[in-house]
């Protein structure tokens, strides 16, 4: 039987590598190892290619994967932990706040990259400390079966609440810029892998290498909670403070990749329920490789198919996947009552 996780590894490097060498501008497989074999060992550079390919291609395909896998991770965890389809960091307000944070520093006090990047990721960790502080009774804390389904409820209810919330502070901002910095926010805020740099793929590498192994201790106790709370419980599951590393990693995840590329709409969501169709099962790690997969494919449209359809626009990444994702979802609405039926 084929393992069907590996077949999601092979399309993740398949699209890495159509990232890389196609496009508007092509390199050929043995130019891309002399170029690559050139910048490690000081040897002589391809005069235009080298500097595309090190500088444009190859980091906004490394940053495009590792999102997508972080994305991917982060969703999956989400509705794994509170079996709930729903919960996912695009829903429960978690991008939203990263939005408004980034908008407001971009629009009240003029910021720029880095710092944005750092506003994003303080703002996604204030909304998760808040939505978890409302919903920390029942399955945030303490407690188990029906009260822990009624504080996973509560956890989506209040996520929602404060995303419209948030997005009505984004609103605001952005009538209140001047056209130039409007713009420049309404990038940002739609996901874009356009100022993909390798400062931005090292953070976030350094940053995965911590919570991915974190997510992979988690998966264990994560399986036997999908049993419900008292029977995690019974069998030694220490359930509060299972649910809250969990929170703390896809929290960390969702926050990391909205800071390197924005808020990419609906790849948290569509990963975990695209993989368990494919597979057959829950599986975070086929749910992460889904993430990388919808992001690559999504970027890969927008930077070199959107141009060709729309004179020459190029569109960011999040427009796509937003774009998609909504039909998408449908489908697999469609589909699975058909299955149910």
Do not use: C
């Not at 829903?91 to 710092?115: C, E, H, R």
């Not at 056209?179 to 100022?195: H, P, Q, V």
Request: aromatic share 6%; hydrophobic share 60%; charged share 10%.
């Amino acid at each position: 039987m084929v393992n069907r996780t590996a077949v999601l590894a092979v399309g993740v490097v398949l699209l890495l590598a159509a990232s890389i060498l196609l496009g508007s501008y092509t390199v050929t497989i043995p130019d891309f190892f002399k170029i690559l074999a050139a910048h490690f060992t000081g040897g002589e550079k391809i005069p235009g290619a080298s500097f595309i390919v090190m500088e444009a291609k190859l980091p906004r395909a490394v940053i495009g994967t590792l999102i997508g896998l972080a994305f991917g991770l982060s969703g999956a965890l989400f509705q794994t932990m509170l079996r709930n389809p729903l919960a996912s960091p695009d829903v429960i307000g978690i991008s939203y706040g990263a939005s408004a944070a980034a908008v407001l520093a971009i629009v009240a006090f003029g910021a720029s990259g880095a710092v944005v990047s750092g506003a994003a990721l303080g703002g996604a960790m204030a909304v998760a400390a808040l939505i978890y502080s409302i919903s920390r009774s029942g399955s945030l804390g303490l407690g188990g079966g029906s009260r822990g389904n009624a504080a996973g409820s509560r956890l989506i209810l209040a996520g929602v609440g404060i995303a419209a919330a948030l997005h009505a502070m984004v609103s605001f901002l952005m009538t209140r810029a001047d056209i130039r910095t409007a713009a420049e926010a309404l990038i940002w805020i739609n996901g874009s892998l356009n100022s993909a740099s390798w400062d931005r793929a090292g953070v976030l590498a350094l940053t995965l290498t911590v919570l991915v192994p974190a997510a992979a201790l988690l998966a264990g106790p994560l399986r036997i909670l999908e049993l419900g709370d008292d029977a995690a419980a019974g069998l030694g599951v220490r359930v509060g403070a299972t649910r809250l590393g969990l929170v703390l990693t896809a929290v960390a995840l969702a926050a990391v990749a909205t800071a390197a590329a924005g808020p990419v709409a609906f790849v948290a969501f569509l990963a975990g329920p695209i993989a368990r169709r494919f597979t057959g099962r829950s599986s975070l790690p086929a749910s992460a490789l889904v993430g990388a997969l919808i992001v690559l494919a999504a970027d890969y449209f927008a930077a070199n198919i959107a141009p060709l359809l729309l004179d020459g626009t190029v569109l960011p990444v999040g427009v796509v996947t937003g774009a998609l994702g909504a039909p998408f979802l449908l489908w697999l609405l469609v589909t699975s009552n058909r299955k149910d039926a």
